[in-house]
């Protein structure tokens, strides 16, 4: 850790180390490994030649294991002859730089360093970090950064140094999964393809590593977005995941909802029931979005299906006032319009947008009336009269079948590049009995939109373009102009498999299978949407997170997908959809949950489910 670039120990948006450099008998290791070994640990290698008249091979190793929680383990392992007699010394700094200084290139200076504690302190305006090491070091030298040891190894031993490093007088950091018990159950895949089991496997790793837990309310619990760029609740992205982890159980959904619940808006102004969030960059043809929009219409959403797979009648019943008032502000915002507008200056009427308000009418709709409250009948009519308009005004006809529009400006004027967030129109949602919502396409429409999916303008082999490569802006690396983005692409296969499109949902699910493979299973936020080749990787993306909560959530839906499991736990039956062209061969599940109960399913080569495991008295629908 050189202190270049992103590099350094986060804790709350703030590095707290950048520099830690390792010496042994004053020079520094040769690297032959670094390797993520978890979601929070990576292991480094090193060797040194330290024996005189030895030969070419190196007699000591030297391992670094470095953990998310701050701490770092150096361990010394001699295969010298003889003893010997090592001096260590490792080098400390900080800058103390938030992390949107550190990614728009604005650190500062490492700050100068202070004796602590068995270590080493430093200071600025913001706060103070330290480090301290067990052993403690035989010497300290603030002036550089220093902390010296000095080991004697016999013949085949070992000696190692523990290095803690956190901001004063905070606590050490535990992931919820390991200090508790964590809401996720932990499934398996088995199948043809060789890449399933470690996706499910990896991805829940990464999904246990990112779970937070608000302090206020400790059994609630809920996913950071991501690291390095967003450890903390970003509430579009938790929801997205948490609905995403639904095979998974239901009590991550519930704590992410209860969280969301206490930022709710008060009061009675135009914002009223609106989750906040932050804003979201669009790319170059529209202005940034509202994620507090996204999310305010995710939350009725994931309740809906939340009770869909077993959320108990009491928890739904708790939370059913925030979703209401969700829906009143949905309601309230469109008034007497056809479309939910941008609540910012400019006020497009984005695409998704209208996508996510009509499945939150839809399945808000649903809830309330199961639950007895009133307002389901006119949330279904505005998404009757939003259906009709939307396949008017946001469709443009041309040479190639028409598409759907990203986007409609103050003006009328339509905004004609298509990108991956028209997935969303294929993302209808869970209703009773196991039926999809309607979508806000027709069936003609549907089809063409399936075709443009499958064109290699936007499947690059890897999976979906967030830009069509032949749209004006694409960009490879384009984070909303042209990268790949996991979430969107594994929303694309559900969306296509659902509406009986194998063939293109096939193509974009294998390729992300390729892709993770790459990535060692551990997928990334999003990489670059360079076209696929033989003998190609895809290339990752500097300012990915990694691991992801959306990229990690979307392993389960990718593959839960293949089965097509659609449960109805309130009304005690699930239906199977499973993909008849079984694209990945035989795949087992098992260790998923509907209903509160174990739940495990295979489909065979020709496509063909099997419910292997599943609660008492839950019936299999036709």
Request: glycine share 12%; proline share 8%; hydrophobic share 40%.
């Amino acid at each position: 850790m050189t202190g270049c670039g992103l590099e350094g120990f986060y804790r709350a948006g703030r590095r707290v180390l950048s520099r830690c450099q390792v010496r042994v008998a004053g020079r520094e290791p040769v690297a032959v490994q670094a390797r993520t070994t978890a979601a929070d640990h990576v292991r480094f290698v090193g060797t040194l030649r330290v024996s005189p008249g030895t030969g070419p091979d190196p007699d000591v190793v030297v391992e670094r294991t470095r953990h998310a929680d701050g701490t770092e383990r150096i361990t010394l392992h001699s295969a010298a002859p003889r003893p010997l007699r090592l001096p260590v010394e490792v080098a400390l700094g900080t800058d103390l730089a938030d992390l949107g200084a550190i990614a728009s290139g604005r650190a500062g200076p490492e700050l100068p360093a202070s004796v602590h504690d068995s270590g080493l302190r430093w200071s600025c305006a913001d706060g103070s970090a330290s480090v301290t090491a067990d052993p403690p070091p035989a010497d300290a030298l603030a002036s550089a950064g220093l902390l010296r040891w000095e080991f004697h190894l016999p013949p085949g031993g070992t000696a190692s140094v523990e290095l803690r490093v956190r901001p004063d007088g905070a606590g050490p950091v535990r992931s919820v999964g390991r200090a508790a018990t964590s809401p996720l159950a932990c499934a398996r895949a088995t199948g043809d393809h060789a890449g399933v089991k470690a996706l499910l496997h990896t991805g829940g790793e990464d999904l246990q590593a990112l779970l937070l837990r608000d302090p206020a309310h400790p059994t609630d619990t809920y996913l950071a977005a991501g690291a390095p760029w967003r450890c903390g609740l970003a509430p579009a992205e938790a929801l997205a995941a948490a609905r995403m982890t639904l095979p998974l159980g239901t009590r991550l959904a519930a704590g992410t909802l209860r969280t969301l619940a206490r930022t709710q808006l008060p009061g009675t102004g135009s914002q009223s029931g609106m989750i906040p969030g932050p804003r979201r960059d669009a790319g170059a043809h529209l202005p940034p979005g509202c994620t507090g929009t996204e999310a305010t219409l995710l939350f009725p959403t994931l309740l809906a299906e939340a009770r869909r797979w077993g959320l108990p009648h009491h928890e739904t019943e708790e939370l059913l006032p925030a979703a209401e008032r969700c829906l009143a502000w949905l309601r309230t915002t469109v008034g007497d319009g056809a479309y939910l507008c941008d609540p910012q200056p400019g006020r497009p009427v984005r695409c998704e947008t209208q996508a996510h308000a009509h499945r939150a009418a839809l399945l808000g709709a649903e809830l309330l009336d199961a639950c007895g409250r009133p307002g389901g009948t006119e949330l279904r009519q505005w998404a009757r009269e939003l259906r009709t308009a939307f396949r008017a005004d946001f469709w443009i006809e041309d040479r190639g079948g028409g598409r759907p529009a990203t986007a409609r400006a103050p003006d009328g004027r339509l905004v004609p590049q298509l990108g991956a967030t028209a997935v969303h129109l294929l993302d209808t949602g869970l209703l009773g009995g196991g039926e999809l919502a309607p979508g806000l396409l027709d069936r003609v429409q549907t089809e063409q939109l399936a075709r443009l999916f499958g064109s290699p303008a936007l499947d690059s082999g890897w999976g979906l373009r967030g830009l069509g490569a032949k749209e004006a802006g694409y960009n490879s690396f384009g984070h909303r102009a042209g990268a790949v983005r996991v979430h969107e692409t594994a929303v694309a296969v559900a969306g296509l498999a659902a509406v009986g499109y194998e063939k293109e949902a096939g193509s974009l699910l294998r390729g992300v299978l390729a892709a993770a493979e790459t990535f060692g299973h551990r997928l990334p936020e999003m990489y670059a949407g360079e076209q696929r080749t033989d003998g190609s990787a895809p290339l990752p993306h500097p300012a990915a997170c990694r691991p992801s909560a959306t990229a990690a959530a979307a392993g389960v839906l990718l593959l839960t997908t293949l089965a097509g499991i659609r449960p109805d736990a309130p009304a005690g039956t699930v239906t199977l959809r499973p993909m008849r062209s079984a694209p990945l061969g035989e795949i087992s599940l098992t260790g998923l949950r509907v209903a509160g109960s174990p739940f495990s399913v295979r489909v065979s080569r020709l496509g063909l489910a099997m419910v292997e495991e599943a609660a008492d008295g839950l019936q299999l629908r036709a």
